[in-house]
């Protein structure tokens, strides 16, 4: 139900957009996450978008650097990051709250972002 | 910020009954949330508000929580089982949502 996309190598201090398509139900209605597992790491949450976009927050290991957004139209997702480091490399995943919230009820497979120092 | 404390790792036996713990402080005044994570899988919610069962997931798999520490309990484990488990709550203070480190179970 969710497939990220945009994931890819990339030099320190560049820019990477990451997609997250949801199919089925509007991203509007639900809040979405964006989680990220570094290699050989756990899982770390790195930012949260709430029902119609109207709220974000962010680790503080990315805020300033990171910007999650939503696309209603093509019903997607988007993690948008600049300043990349190399500590930003890692799967990503998108991550859907359960409509209880704070737990994450689905998510997607994933796609690397590979940053070189 | 709030931090969630799990063992690295824990290992059982087929069909004996693993329990792995996640500390926090007064992390009962909290609802905790359980992922199982193979490697190359996304990750899968198995219990949510501490004790939970999302659809399909197993009745061997449960939950509970109380003072400082939160436990997931697998009876009768299997082989699939096999994986790391992770803890995760919601942050009051700073909104943030909030992983425990994860711990590792092995079937042996």
């Known amino acids: 139900q969710l497939a990220e996309s945009g994931g890819g190598l990339v030099k320190a201090g560049g820019s990477l957009r990451l997609s997250c398509v949801a199919s089925g139900d509007s991203v509007n209605d639900y809040i979405f996450n964006w989680v990220r597992q570094a290699p050989g790491k756990g899982l770390e949450w790195v930012a949260y978008?709430?029902?119609?976009?109207?709220?974000?927050i962010y680790a503080d290991s990315v805020k300033g650097r990171f910007t999650v957004s939503k696309h209603n139209s093509k019903n997607s997702l988007y993690l948008e990051m600049n300043s990349l480091r190399a500590e930003d490399t890692g799967i990503y995943y998108c991550?859907?709250?359960?409509?209880?919230?704070?737990?994450?009820?689905?998510w997607g497979q994933g796609t690397m972002v590979t940053v070189s120092s | 910020s709030y931090v969630l404390t799990q063992p690295p790792s824990l290992s059982v036996a087929p069909g004996e009954t693993a329990r792995i713990t996640c500390g926090g402080d007064n992390v009962g005044s909290k609802n905790v949330h359980w992922y199982q994570h193979k490697s190359g899988q996304a990750p899968l919610l198995v219990i949510y508000?501490?004790?939970d069962r999302p659809s399909g997931i197993p009745e061997r798999f449960s939950g509970s929580n109380s003072e400082n520490t939160a436990t997931l309990t697998i009876t009768r484990v299997e082989a699939g089982d096999e994986a790391d488990y992770y803890c995760?709550?919601?942050?009051?203070?700073?909104?943030?949502?909030?992983f425990g480190g994860g711990t590792k179970l092995t079937v042996l």
């Open positions: 978008i709430s029902t119609y976009s109207t709220y974000t």
């Open positions: 991550a859907r709250d359960t409509p209880r919230g704070a737990a994450f009820d689905v």
């Open positions: 508000y501490d004790s």
């Open positions: 995760q709550v919601w942050d009051r203070t700073t909104e943030h949502r909030v």
